[in-house]
């Protein structure tokens, strides 16, 4: 089963965190919109799929044409909290540019990489 993790109003009242499924998997979708306002929404949507006792987070990148260093940094953060717990990050509908910074910075190697197609049924 797959949750999906909805972008944090400024207020933080009207969303619930995700819960992960009973494969202690989350999904969060982020935009190049919600990256536009800076990382602090990012964080908190891994913070709150993380606190929620996900394993394997899935960051689907459909809708992002290019990710900051920092961004990637916070995957990385991520992947260690999920790796301790048996599971990892997966990134899902990576680009080409995306990929490359991934090649670039060795992390192909640490980050599982998904088509975004690839949609396991739940």
Same mark, same amino acid.
């Given at each position: ?17 995700? %819960?992960?499924?009973? +494969?202690?998997q989350? $999904?969060?979708? @982020? *935009?190049d919109?919600?990256? /536009?306002?800076? !990382? ?15 394993? %394997?987070?899935?960051? +689907?990148?459909?809708? $992002?044409?290019? @990710? *900051?260093?920092?961004?990637? /940094?916070?995957? !990385? ?22 990929e ?12 599982? !990489? ?9």
């Amino acid at each position: 089963m797959t949750a999906t993790a909805v972008h944090r109003p400024p207020t933080g009242t009207d969303a619930a965190p995700a %819960r992960p499924g009973r +494969d202690g998997q989350v $999904v969060v979708r @982020l *935009s190049d919109d919600l990256l /536009a306002d800076g !990382l602090a929404d990012l964080r908190w949507l891994l913070h709150d799929a993380l606190l929620s006792g996900a394993r %394997r987070l899935v960051v +689907d990148l459909t809708d $992002v044409r290019q @990710l *900051s260093s920092t961004a990637v /940094a916070s995957f !990385l953060w991520a992947h260690r909290t999920c790796r301790a717990r048996g599971g990892a990050v997966v990134l899902r509908g990576v680009n080409r540019r995306t990929e490359d910074l991934l090649h670039r910075t060795g992390l192909w190697r640490v980050m599982q !990489l998904e088509d975004a197609a690839h949609t396991p049924e739940g």
